[in-house]
């Protein structure tokens, strides 16, 4: 090991352990945290989701099947989001996916396990939901993928990151109405080159009309998947 190499080996522990030791102060009110990018009060706040349809995560009265799913049942069978997608909820994603705070992975995946894991028969697999190459290279990472493999590793199965491609760069689907979401992400993604397993879920950050989870679903069906479910942070409530 060349000087040099020692000598970055040794900063990065020692900026390693500095992080572990200072405080993250809480992105919501600023107080100091431990080694959690939020306090234990805004932590427990957060909203969850609750009672909602079993196949599309929109909140109902009981955890049943909305009227929307049984009219047009959806191609996956079940999803599951664990916040409503509410203001806090909102800064901290952002916070994630816009500023590079991965502490947010830590702290969602763990969360999430905790539920999936009490009533939970596990998939096969996990598949994040893609980014484009070019918005992979602008942000640095993929978030879906970031929480997927920590849920991966959390539940002892795989994360299969390059199953499905994003083959069409497409807006941000934040910016566009209903229809026009469901038209900006057809054809968007591709897995045909390798086999899919059979019970799989998908994995994204927050679910708002669904339709790109939807066109995942999809063609993951069409290239074997049998059972699909949908697995995400945070649900949006919207006026859809
Ligand atoms: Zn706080
Ligand atoms: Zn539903």
Redesign the pocket.
């Known amino acids: 090991m060349t000087v040099m190499a020692v000598f970055s080996a040794l900063t990065h522990r020692s900026g390693e352990l500095y992080r572990k030791l200072l405080p993250i102060p809480c992105l919501l009110c600023g107080l100091p945290g431990k080694q959690e990018p939020l306090c234990q009060a805004c932590a427990a706040e957060l909203p969850l989701l609750g009672p909602?349809?079993?196949?599309?995560?929109?909140p109902?009265e009981s955890a049943q099947?909305?009227?929307?799913?049984?009219q047009q049942p959806?191609v996956s069978s079940y999803?599951f989001s664990l916040y409503r997608y509410h203001a806090a909820i909102k800064r901290c994603i952002t916070a994630f996916k816009f500023h590079q705070q991965l502490q947010f992975a830590d702290f969602f995946a763990a969360r999430m396990l905790q539920q999936l894991k009490a009533d939970h028969e596990p998939p096969d697999c996990l598949i994040p939901i893609p980014l484009h190459p070019l918005r992979f290279r602008q942000r640095g990472f993929n978030q879906a993928f970031e929480i997927a493999r920590r849920l991966a590793r959390g539940l002892d199965i795989d994360c299969q990151a390059d199953l499905l491609q994003r083959v069409r760069y497409t807006r941000s689907q934040s910016q566009l109405s209903f229809n026009q979401r469901r038209q900006n992400i057809r054809r968007a993604f591709d897995c045909s080159t390798q086999p899919v397993p059979a019970h799989i879920a998908i994995v994204d950050d927050v679910m708002t009309s669904g339709h790109t989870t939807a066109e995942a679903a999809r063609i993951l069906q069409q290239n074997g998947a049998e059972t699909i479910e949908v697995w995400t942070i945070a649900r949006a409530i919207s006026h859809y």
């Not at 099947?65 to 049984?70: E, H, P, Y």
């Open positions: 909602a349809c079993q196949r599309c995560a929109m109902l099947i909305c009227g929307r799913c049984l959806p999803s």
